[in-house]
């Protein structure tokens, strides 16, 4: 039975670059992202190293049971606005069930209590139906559209703006916690 206090958010160490880069360039992963192109390794490091040096942008590990299974990425973090982007994804596949959830939980929690965000937004491809009704489920609301703005498979897709405030996440997370927990009363592993 998998519980909420089975996972973590971790700073990425040297122990776990290549696994990202290989999660960057997983089949199930590159075809939701803005660019898809296979990530040449030295790419890899240069994104890496941009992140270590650049105070608007972090990266977590989602931790389950000291393993890691995915990756957040908080960019365009503005102190000033406290709003931020962000992005992830479920890097190991055979993550128990409800683990992009509770990833989701970790990563809104730390965004909103311990760096004081507003607000969070992500930009959501609009084919990526499971991304956009995840992103619902966490009290993301949309914004607005960006039309036909990225060409993926040889056709120019819309990307749907959303954002979710700190009002709004401490409102839903009671709601999503309680759900994980309602879940968890039974043995839901993959």
């Given at each position: 039975?998998?519980?909420?206090?089975?996972?973590?958010?971790?700073?990425?160490?040297?122990?776990?670059?290549?696994?990202?880069?290989?999660?960057?360039?997983?089949?199930?992963?590159?075809?939701?992202?803005?660019?898809?192109?296979?990530?040449?390794?030295?790419?890899?490091?240069?994104w890496l190293e941009a992140v270590e040096k650049d105070a608007?942008?972090?990266?977590?590990?989602?931790?389950?049971?000291e393993k890691p299974i995915g990756l957040v990425n908080f960019s365009?973090?503005?102190?000033?606005?406290?709003?931020?982007?962000?992005?992830?994804?479920?890097?190991?596949?055979?993550?128990?069930?409800?683990?992009?959830?509770?990833?989701?939980?970790?990563?809104?929690?730390?965004?909103?209590?311990?760096?004081?965000?507003?607000?969070?937004?992500?930009?959501?491809?609009?084919?990526?139906?499971?991304?956009?009704?995840?992103?619902?489920?966490?009290?993301?609301?949309?914004?607005?559209?960006?039309?036909?703005?990225?060409?993926?498979?040889?056709?120019?897709?819309?990307?749907?703006?959303?954002?979710?405030?700190?009002?709004?996440?401490?409102?839903?997370?009671?709601?999503?916690?309680?759900?994980?927990?309602?879940?968890?009363?039974?043995?839901?592993?993959?």
């Amino acid at each position: 039975m998998t519980s909420i206090n089975d996972y973590k958010l971790e700073n990425l160490s040297q122990g776990e670059i290549n696994l990202v880069l290989e999660w960057r360039n997983a089949d199930h992963i590159r075809p939701f992202m803005n660019h898809d192109d296979l990530i040449p390794l030295e790419d890899h490091y240069r994104w890496l190293e941009a992140v270590e040096k650049d105070a608007s942008k972090l990266v977590k590990l989602c931790f389950y049971k000291e393993k890691p299974i995915g990756l957040v990425n908080f960019s365009q973090i503005d102190p000033k606005n406290k709003t931020c982007e962000w992005g992830f994804y479920i890097g190991d596949k055979t993550s128990p069930r409800g683990s992009g959830k509770i990833m989701g939980i970790l990563a809104l929690d730390y965004i909103f209590k311990e760096r004081k965000m507003r607000k969070c937004c992500a930009q959501i491809l609009d084919f990526n139906r499971k991304s956009l009704s995840y992103h619902q489920k966490l009290g993301f609301a949309e914004e607005g559209r960006l039309v036909k703005q990225i060409l993926k498979n040889n056709k120019y897709v819309d990307v749907v703006l959303m954002g979710v405030f700190n009002e709004q996440w401490e409102k839903q997370s009671e709601f999503l916690k309680e759900e994980v927990l309602r879940a968890n009363e039974g043995n839901h592993d993959r």
